[in-house]
């Protein structure tokens, strides 16, 4: 198993503003994924982050309104850009298989 | 496209009853099912899963069902406790993209003591 974390555990944004989240995993990882679950919605995986390239985007995700770093094997962020009210969700980091989930940044945007 | 479903928002079941969550999914190309339980402000922590090649996998009080033909799993609880309280999601994943799950909505369990 893998104990993640992340920072920060809830934040209220204005609109048109940025929020970067940090996940930080205890054990070194290949791949490790973001996911997005809205109000009421199932988790949708947003990209995969490979530490050394470029994250891989699913359909209805792009890199400039969610980019991501993956700086070594046990870090990454996720920025959320341009913020609107329908940002506001609960964003979790993953890794492994199953997939371990960190607890999640609950976005609320004003 | 919603690949897995959990078509039962919410269930609500005696303590020491079974509880059963059904999930259904479109995709014939999954071939690994896991099943997760959610705590409010806290993250899916992952509870069992079955590969396609099994119909049945059992931890403890948790068994998983897997019906291929009908595309169909079920998760059965027995006997169900009060901190079995959660939102339970369903997910699959394909081969080769294992790491890669989708998820269903989510059925919010209520064990009434």
């Known amino acids: 198993s893998a104990v993640i974390s992340q920072k920060p555990s809830r934040d209220i944004c204005q609109r048109g503003t940025s929020l970067t989240i940090q996940c930080q995993v205890d054990s070194q990882v290949t791949m490790m994924f973001w996911y997005r679950q809205q109000p009421g919605q199932s988790l949708t995986l947003i990209a995969t982050a490979n530490q050394g390239s470029e994250a891989t985007y699913e359909s209805g995700f792009v890199i400039d309104k969610f980019p991501i770093s993956r700086p070594n094997l046990t870090f990454s962020t996720l920025t959320v850009s341009n913020l609107s009210p329908e940002d506001s969700s609960i964003y979790l980091c993953s890794v492994g298989t199953p997939s371990y989930f960190g607890p999640g940044t609950r976005l609320t945007v004003l | 496209d919603q690949q897995v479903k959990q078509n039962s928002p919410s269930l609500s079941v005696q303590e020491g009853r079974i509880s059963i969550l059904n999930c259904d999914y479109t995709n014939s190309m999954f071939d690994y099912f896991l099943w997760y339980k959610k705590y409010p402000a806290e993250g899916p922590t992952f509870l069992i899963s079955?590969?396609?090649?099994?119909d049945k996998n059992e931890d403890g009080r948790f068994t998983v069902f897997l019906n291929k033909s009908a595309k169909h799993l079920s998760l059965h609880i027995v006997p169900s406790q009060p901190g079995d309280s959660a939102v339970y999601f369903c997910?699959?994943?394909?081969?080769?993209?294992?790491?890669?799950?989708?998820f269903g909505t989510g059925t919010k369990l209520q064990v009434i003591p």
């Open positions: 079955i590969s396609s090649i099994k």
């Open positions: 997910a699959a994943s394909a081969p080769g993209g294992y790491q890669k799950v989708t």
